[in-house]
């Protein structure tokens, strides 16, 4: 398996910019997350799903942020308008079953001027 | 408040001598506690998963231990190539699914 995809690997945007990153999950797995990683606060779960539906949004900074999964094979997370506190390393994770080891993507690397 | 708290933050050895790095965390009913390694520029990788106190798991140079209030990644004789950051995360029963993740040990080993 290709592990867990996420495009794009480098986002520069600016202020106020729509931004939309992608995530592929392992095939089979039911559970998908999003997270942000940063110096000052580590990782932080934003959302996730089971079985494409959201279960918990809490971690969601702000209305600004919204993430979709359509099916089981693709997700986005989209921030618009962006700012420059966005600033962050966007990771995506899939796991197979609730508790399970979670298997991270690359990461999106993402700068807002 | 549920905490996840790891120390030191930043580790250098030598290379052979062993250490440990330590989790502290206060959460109620833990159901599971992960250890991962993430390397710079990539996503964290999954190293073990520990569920009870007194419960030990090793892979190479690396033993994960596990009590009430604590879990150690004990690093014996590491190489270089051990140098990463190690982050540890709980889950918690009745929270779901969600995870909460330390800001992890930046370890160096120097040839």
């Known amino acids: 398996d290709a592990g867990v995809i996420q495009s794009p690997r480098h986002e520069v945007t600016e202020m106020g910019q729509e931004v939309t990153l992608r995530c592929k999950p392992i095939s089979g797995h039911d559970y998908l997350f999003w997270y942000r990683q940063t110096m000052m606060r580590g990782l932080e779960l934003l959302i996730y799903f089971n079985n494409n539906v959201p279960i918990d949004d809490s971690g969601m900074p702000e209305d600004r942020f919204s993430a979709k999964m359509p099916n089981a094979s693709f997700s986005t997370l989209k921030i618009q308008p962006s700012e420059p506190r966005d600033s962050a390393v966007y990771f995506c994770?899939?796991?197979?079953?609730?508790?399970?080891?979670?298997?991270f993507g690359p990461g999106t690397r993402l700068t807002v001027l | 408040e549920d905490q996840v708290t790891q120390s030191p933050e930043a580790l250098r050895l030598q290379e052979g001598e062993s250490s440990s790095l330590n989790c502290s965390y206060t959460?109620?009913?833990?159901?599971?506690l992960f250890w991962y390694r993430q390397d710079p520029g990539k996503g964290p990788e999954f190293l073990f998963t520990l569920y009870s106190a007194g419960e030990e798991k090793e892979k190479e140079r690396l033993k994960a231990t596990l009590t009430k209030k604590e879990s150690f990644l004990h690093i014996t004789a590491p190489k270089p190539e051990d140098s990463a950051t190690y982050l540890c995360?709980?889950?918690?029963?009745?929270?779901?699914?969600?995870?909460?993740f330390g800001t992890g040990t930046s370890l160096t080993v120097i040839p």
């Open positions: 994770a899939s796991s197979r079953l609730a508790g399970n080891e979670q298997f």
């Open positions: 995360a709980v889950l918690r029963r009745n929270t779901g699914n969600q995870f909460y």
């Open positions: 959460v109620s009913g833990l159901r599971g």
